[in-house]
């Protein structure tokens, strides 16, 4: 079955960077796009990029640009999203989504939480 | 950016009853070359991640049980449970996948009167 498995809980303080995975499972890796979504703790969810995994050309959303980059590793299936120069208002659950093709975000990973903290 | 905003913000409905959540994009989100909206619902309980309900505003995605239906076309739309469950208490979102960057509204928490 299909599954996108994410790295630990980090802690990191500010201005330092991150980088968390996604493991994927299931289905044929280099077929469908992965998109990051964040959640700030009791708030809704922001998209925040996506990547292709056939060809690995990306998307960001503005807030991420310059500041973000989203990579695949093909020969794993992982996807990974590193995030630099970190703020507090970048903590939050850090969620990978399958993108469906046009059908929506069809898997979810569990999400990994990230706390930027001084 | 495409601004998704939802109707009501909370939401109380008694045990059996219906339950009725709406969604509004600021601009359409019907894809013209196949006459489908790019609009989904998902669902989500404390501690989990979101869980895709529908699909094109009225597609259900399978293993979604059928009290859960989605409808309207090009900005507005409705998610619709019918025979509200205990287990149906989440906080529900719909977005847009129609253009970059992706939105979401800003959610519906649905609880049990």
């Known amino acids: 079955q299909v599954q996108l498995v994410q790295s630990g809980t980090e802690v990191k303080k500010p201005g330092a960077s991150v980088k968390v995975s996604c493991k994927t499972a299931?289905?044929?890796?280099?077929?469908?796009?992965i998109n990051w979504v964040r959640q700030a703790p009791g708030q809704g969810l922001e998209w925040m990029g996506w990547?292709?995994?056939?060809?690995?050309?990306?998307i960001y959303a503005q807030k991420v640009q310059g500041r973000g980059t989203m990579t695949r590793d093909t020969s794993t299936s992982t996807v990974y999203m590193e995030l630099r120069n970190l703020r507090s208002d970048d903590t939050a659950v850090y969620y990978c989504?399958?993108?469906?093709?046009?059908?929506?975000?069809?898997?979810w990973g569990q999400g990994i939480l990230v706390t930027v903290s001084s | 950016d495409i601004v998704m905003t939802q109707s009501p913000d909370s939401l109380a409905v008694s045990l059996g009853e219906r339950a009725t959540i709406n969604c509004k994009s600021g601009?359409?989100?019907?894809?013209?070359?196949?006459?489908?909206?790019?609009l989904a619902w998902y669902q989500q309980k404390p501690g989990q991640p979101p869980k895709l309900l529908i699909y094109?505003?009225?597609t259900r995605q399978f293993g979604v049980p059928d009290r859960f239906s989605g409808s309207g076309s090009g900005t507005d739309f409705t998610l619709t449970i019918t025979s509200l469950q205990a287990e149906d208490v989440a906080v529900y979102y719909c977005q847009q996948y129609y253009s970059t960057p992706y939105t979401f509204g800003q959610g519906t928490k649905l609880e049990i009167k």
């Open positions: 299931g289905y044929t890796f280099t077929t469908y796009g």
């Open positions: 601009q359409s989100v019907l894809y013209s070359s196949n006459n489908e909206s790019y």
């Open positions: 094109w505003a009225s």
């Open positions: 990547i292709s995994a056939y060809n690995g050309h990306t």
């Open positions: 989504a399958r993108d469906g093709i046009n059908l929506g975000f069809d898997y």
